[in-house]
């Protein structure tokens, strides 16, 4: 089944405790791209990537690092978590270049206290 | 990136037809239309998405008028599981860097 990935699904952590959220596709997709929720804000984009080693910021970067060093796979990286980090957090991912739907994973929802 | 507006809510009767307007009158010529729908907070989902001529799928309907200035998303028959929010997006076609959602329009479908 063609699908997006993400672990965990729910996270509860303290400020400045270095926390990975994993996000992996099995549908060999280029683009890749983490998106947070909050309420009233809609979803906005933290970091994009369109292909293995090329990544780049989205609206909202500061406080987060993605890597990509597989095709398949799109961490996002928060060293040092502030309560304002806490949010929901979407990954999602697509072919490139064209006018392709993009597939979202289920969330994770982090909390900072 | 064109800006989109939506009504903030919408009801419709189980089993007609729910139409969702899109107004983004600043739209340019290598912009599509997409619409997606997310469910609670569950992870978007596609919906359908289109340039200038209306487009079907086995999910909706796709109208955008001639001028490309606003479109309609049509669900045929909706049932109770169609409640949602639905975004109306428009994004040039050349990459998918960035999905642009606003807020779109809470749809809730009435027994």
């Not at chain 1, 791209?33 to 809609?42: A, I, K, V």
């Not at chain 2, 086995?58 to 200035?69: F, P």
């Not at chain 2, 606003?102 to 809730?108: A, E, K, P």
Request: aromatic residues 10%; proline residues 7%; hydrophobic residues 30%.
């Amino acid at each position: 089944e063609a699908q997006v990935t993400q672990n965990p699904r729910y996270l509860i952590t303290v400020t400045g405790k270095k926390l990975t959220v994993t996000c992996s596709q099995n549908m060999n997709h280029e683009y890749m791209s983490w998106y947070r929720q909050d309420p009233g804000l809609g979803l906005r984009q933290i970091y994009y990537s369109m292909n293995v080693e090329v990544t780049d910021k989205g609206d909202v970067p500061e406080g987060y690092k993605v890597s990509r060093k597989e095709k398949r796979n799109f961490p996002l990286i928060l060293e040092s978590p502030s309560p304002n980090q806490t949010s929901l957090y979407f990954c999602a991912s697509s072919f490139s270049r064209g006018p392709y739907e993009q597939y979202f994973g289920p969330g994770t929802r982090l909390t900072v206290t | 990136d064109a800006k989109t507006t939506q009504p903030p809510s919408m009801d419709c009767a189980e089993g007609r037809a729910a139409n969702l307007p899109c107004n983004h009158s600043t739209i340019s010529g290598n912009e599509y239309v997409y619409w997606y729908r997310q469910i609670h907070s569950q992870g978007p989902q596609y919906i359908i998405h289109g340039l200038k001529n209306n487009e079907t799928n086995e999910m909706a309907s796709l109208i955008i008028t001639e001028d490309r200035k606003s479109s309609t998303l049509i669900l045929p028959h909706a049932t109770l599981r169609d409640t949602a929010v639905y975004y109306c997006i428009v994004s040039p076609n050349f990459g998918n860097e960035k999905l642009t959602f606003g807020t779109g329009t809470r749809l809730t479908i009435i027994p």
